[in-house]
């Protein structure tokens, strides 16, 4: 049930950009999107929720293909912040809260 | 953002004793609290979900006995690591839901990092 993220490590320099993708082989209810530096907590990036919105927030948005049931992450002119562990968390029942979250993507951004 | 603390941030403990964890959301009424469980360079593994004045609902492969929930109140919920071993060694995270909202996020806590000897 664990949703599949690619790829599994990006290494980048600064302004350059980056996708992450997420597939699950349930069908969602929506999709978390998270970022985690070491030894930190997860902080909050977006909610997609079912019916294949698109969100953004400044240089980082994200889509959801309730269909293909994939979401992708999209990191635009990266910055040296962006470094960290990127997690997806699948949502396949409405409204319990349940995420699911998949393996994870370790971004590196160097100068 | 709504803030969620957790207590303690750090514990070593010998084998076989017992360590309770505290989650709490600050500011916010938590109708539904999750714990995970992260061990290094790895994904977070949902353990349970639990709701306030009820039973925590486990994910399959935990043991209930092991690992108590209690969600005592709207803005407490603890997890008791019974008669740990160095193997429940690991990263324990709570999060908080503020209400049933469809798509409401989920707010993290910092983290328990637990070592057993």
């Known amino acids: 049930q664990q949703p599949v993220q690619s790829p599994q490590a990006v290494i980048l320099r600064e302004g350059e950009d980056a996708v992450i993708n997420c597939s699950s082989s349930k069908a969602l209810y929506s999709v978390h999107w998270y970022r985690q530096k070491h030894g930190e907590a997860p902080v909050f990036l977006m909610i997609?929720?079912?019916?294949?919105e698109q969100k953004g927030h400044e240089k980082i948005s994200a889509s959801f293909n309730e269909k293909k049931q994939q979401s992708s992450l999209y990191l635009t002119a990266s910055q040296l912040s962006y470094s960290g562990t990127y997690f997806c968390?699948?949502?396949?029942?409405?409204?319990?809260?349940?995420?699911?979250f998949g393996q994870g993507t370790t971004l590196q951004v160097k100068p | 953002g709504a803030v969620v603390s957790q207590h303690p941030s750090r514990v070593i403990c010998k084998s076989g004793t017992s360590v309770k964890i505290e989650c709490r959301s600050l500011?916010?009424?938590?109708?539904?609290m999750f714990w995970y469980r992260q061990f290094p360079k790895k994904s977070l593994m949902l353990m349970a979900t639990s709701n306030e004045g009820s039973k925590a609902t486990y994910e399959q492969g935990v043991e209930k006995d092991k690992f108590l929930i209690n969600h005592a109140s709207l803005t407490l919920s603890t997890l008791t690591v019974t008669s740990a071993h160095p193997e429940d060694s690991s990263f324990y995270i709570c999060s908080a839901r503020a209400s049933i909202i469809p798509g409401n996020e989920q707010f993290f806590g910092p983290g328990t990092r637990l070592t057993v000897l």
């Open positions: 968390g699948t949502e396949i029942s409405s409204n319990t809260g349940k995420l699911i």
């Open positions: 997609l929720l079912k019916g294949g």
């Open positions: 500011d916010f009424q938590a109708t539904t």
